[in-house]
Every structure is written in structure tokens, then in C-alpha cells.
């Protein structure tokens, strides 16, 4: 049997999350879709890269019924308080020294994955597959045809 080469990570959950323990109740309530079998239409399409920033905002919005300004500080607090997942990090190094490559393949709109980017775990990447640069979102065949 052949050894693994490539190993492929998701981002969300994997190697970044929020902990919960920092937020109060109306925050993670605000974003409480995420925890649903299926992202709301405007997320996915946000994630995809066809929905803008600003659109966004004004759907998340009108989702949770509150003002735009709500909206967008929440968004803004969502993207800047992800955070390196320790045990991950530490994980990613090691197959790291150990020869593998590491790719992303992740459903992740541009305003967070330009934060991502500059994180310290994410030189380790040796490639990616982000939906909003790609157009195309999980579990859509076309997304893993690109990462092949």
C-alpha cells in the first residue's frame, strides 16, 4: 500500500474555531444557523464568493432582525476572534517535519480567509481550495474535482 502524501484539512472547526466561553449568549445566538444541518441560502452564497461583503451584513440583518450596524459588528467580531486550535496547530507542524504536504479545502468567504492567512499555521500550507475563490461550495462534486 502506498504511503499518504497529501493531507487535506478544513479550516472551521478543524484548525480554527471561537471559544464559545468568550461570548455572551446574544452573540452565539446570532449566529446560531451554523449549527443547522443546512447553511442559510445567504451564507452559502457568501461563502461562494457571489454575495458581497455589504450583502451580507444587510441579509444577517433582516435574519436576525436587528439594525445593520449590529450586523456588522458581529460579522466583524466573527471573522477577527477565530483562533488557532492549539492541538491542531501543534499537529499540522509535526506532519510538517515529517515531509507531508498539507493542503485546505474549506467553505470560507474572503473576509475570513483573508484573516486566516496571516496566522502563524497557515504557512504550513502547501495549497488550497477556497469556495469563495473557486465559486463552488461543499458538497457540490465540482469542489473536490478542483482540489484533485
Not at 500500500?1 to 474555531?17: E, H, R, T, Y
Not at 455572551?24 to 446560531?32: A, L, N, T
Not at 500550507?125 to 465540482?142: L, M, N, Q, R, T
Amino acid at each position: 500500500m502506498d504511503k499518504i502524501k497529501n493531507i487535506v484539512f478544513d479550516l472551521g472547526g478543524v484548525v480554527f474555531s471561537r471559544d464559545p466561553k468568550k461570548f455572551e449568549p446574544e452573540f452565539i445566538k446570532f449566529f446560531s444557523y451554523i449549527t443547522l444541518p443546512q447553511m442559510p441560502h445567504f451564507w452559502e452564497e457568501y461563502d461562494r464568493g457571489v454575495s458581497s461583503y455589504d450583502k451580507v451584513i444587510s441579509d444577517l440583518a433582516e435574519y436576525n432582525s436587528c439594525s445593520i450596524e449590529l450586523a456588522e459588528t458581529n460579522l466583524r467580531r466573527s471573522i477577527v476572534t477565530q483562533e488557532e486550535i492549539i492541538h491542531t496547530k501543534k499537529l499540522i507542524a509535526d506532519l510538517k517535519q515529517a515531509g507531508y504536504k498539507l493542503f485546505v479545502l474549506s467553505n470560507m468567504a474572503l473576509q475570513f480567509i483573508e484573516f486566516l492567512r496571516t496566522t502563524e499555521v497557515y504557512r504550513y500550507f502547501d495549497g488550497e481550495v477556497i469556495s469563495c475563490e473557486e465559486h463552488v461550495v461543499k458538497p457540490d462534486a465540482e469542489i473536490y474535482r478542483i482540489l484533485i
